[in-house]
């Protein structure tokens, strides 16, 4: 508390003089007391709330590993204070949205890991998407994998139609079109102007994912 709050507190408490009795001054002492600590409680509050409403990603990811620690000492009956790890800013934007343009791939897995919603969109483009149009090949597998795993939506599509799946094909990224395949993406979506998975992956010229499809197909 700062010196100027104390003083504040202080002034506050009635005076105590030779001639007050001594329960006089003991009902000042736990006035004092009392407003002191309803100050404390405020001060912890205040905190507590710039924690829980933050969309920074670094401050959240420090939030989560603190709050990791602290459940590893808390003793059973205490709660567990709550961080709304989906809270949107003024512009829409979640820690996880943030964290992506950022291409912050260790923030990314851990929010995923907590709760992070996956099926967002990062500067008008779908999260499962965004690593095929902004980011290098380092990192864009576990990304993809990641965002699956926590619930993404494999057939979103992007402003002209086209699915992980399509984009993937016309990559000739064939570790993602097996991932995709494997859990049931929809490989008979066409695109805006009728374009289909599989003519993505005929026009490529690549063997190995053309013959995925055609397998998969005949299940």
Not at 10 to 36: M, N, R, Y
Not at 150 to 170: N, Q
Not at 201 to 219: F, H, R, S
Request: charged fraction near 30%; proline fraction near 3%; include cysteine.
């Amino acid at each position: 508390m700062s010196s100027n709050a104390k003083t504040t507190l202080i002034e506050s408490v009635p005076k105590i003089t030779d001639t007050e009795s001594q329960k006089e001054i003991i009902d000042a002492g736990k006035t004092k007391v009392a407003l002191i600590s309803q100050q404390k409680k405020a001060n912890m509050s205040r905190k507590r709330n710039r924690v829980s409403g933050v969309t920074d990603p670094i401050q959240v990811f420090s939030s989560l590993r603190e709050q990791k620690f602290a459940d590893s000492e808390r003793p059973e009956k205490r709660p567990r204070r709550k961080i709304n790890i989906n809270l949107k800013d003024s512009r829409g934007e979640t820690a996880l949205s943030k964290a992506i343009s950022r291409g912050n791939l260790k923030i990314i897995l851990k929010l995923l890991e907590n709760g992070a919603d996956p099926n967002i969109k990062v500067k008008g483009i779908p999260a499962l998407l965004y690593s095929y149009y902004m980011w290098s090949i380092k990192g864009r597998t576990t990304f993809i994998r990641a965002c699956l795993k926590a619930g993404a939506d494999p057939d979103v599509r992007s402003s002209d139609g086209k699915t992980l799946l399509m984009i993937a094909c016309e990559e000739n990224y064939s570790t993602i079109v097996d991932e995709l395949l494997k859990i049931n993406a929809d490989q008979h979506l066409q695109d805006k102007n009728g374009k289909s998975v599989l003519m993505y992956a005929v026009e490529n010229g690549d063997e190995k994912i053309v013959q995925l499809l055609l397998t998969e197909t005949e299940k």
